[in-house]
């Protein structure tokens, strides 16, 4: 089979220069050939262990795109019908895009905050999903930096949803056993918090937020960032590790094989 993923930095296992918990790596020879670039220092395992099962692998990713731009990069290209096609959903609206609708709806409480940033995921779903439509291609979405529930997933409009499968809400979260398996929430890995934006017109004013968004973004990020919950990313830190990866590959192939019985019966 033929695998063409999209999305953002998933794709990839990233922090091999400065792990966390292991040392560094220093081997000249690993240093030259192991990683897929040089100056980022990342591999993606998910193409070293589909080409071992003899599969060939593609890729459409960029770090930091939000799904919108991953929607209008996958729309932008030539159909492949007979390729699997792996999309990473992050979340729509990222860095200073997200800093922005925070400014622009800074009166707004968390729950409508969510519900405004809900809807913009149904609308790149559904163009997502008519374009699946229209060019007979499956698409499987995992959620990696952002968690697309599947009560959202859901609201993909029944005439166009036959080419979408969920694969997980949550990757992360799905193979978690200390939060029993639950997805973590949708700002886990958003990066709108720190301060390296100076050029850019500086990070969101949280003191001008709403003091809920302020706790229920702390409390999102906390939980991710326990240590009990580190050992699936680990020496990565917001990434799938090698572990991970061969039980990401698991599922989606558990999904393959559900939708080639579905379409057989």
């Known amino acids: 089979m033929n695998f063409r993923f999209f999305g953002d930095s998933w794709f990839w296992t990233w922090n091999y220069e400065n792990p966390l918990d292991y040392p560094s790596i220093q081997s000249q020879e690993m240093l030259d050939n192991f990683f897929d670039n040089n100056e980022q220092k990342r591999v993606s395992l998910l193409e070293m262990y589909l080409k071992h099962m003899g599969h060939t692998v593609e890729h459409f990713n960029n770090p930091a795109d939000p799904f919108s731009t991953t929607v209008d990069k996958i729309t932008g290209t030539a159909p492949s019908i007979d ?6 959903y992050s979340q729509d609206y990222r860095r200073t895009e997200l800093r922005d609708f925070f400014h622009k709806n800074k009166k707004d409480e968390m ?30 979405l995992a959620g990696g930096q952002g968690t697309l529930t599947e009560e959202v997933f859901n609201r993909i409009p029944t005439e166009f949803k036959n080419n979408m499968v969920l694969v997980t809400p949550c990757i992360l979260g799905c193979f978690n056993i200390h939060r029993d398996h639950e997805p973590y929430g949708m700002f886990k890995l958003t990066d709108i918090t720190g301060d390296n934006w100076q050029n850019d017109g500086g990070g969101v004013d949280w003191e001008k937020m709403q003091p809920d968004v302020i706790h229920e973004i702390y409390k999102e990020m906390g939980e991710f960032n326990k240590p009990d919950n580190q050992y699936l990313r680990l020496p990565d830190t917001s990434h799938m590790n090698a572990t991970t990866a061969i039980f990401f590959l698991d599922l989606l192939f558990q999904r393959i094989e559900h939708q080639k019985v579905k379409s057989i019966a």
């Open 111 to 140: 729950r409508v905050l969510k519900n405004k940033l809900n809807f913009v995921t149904e609308q790149n779903l559904t163009r997502l999903a008519k374009f699946a439509h229209k060019t007979n291609q499956k698409f499987y």
């Open 83 to 88: 390729s699997i096609n792996v999309v990473f």
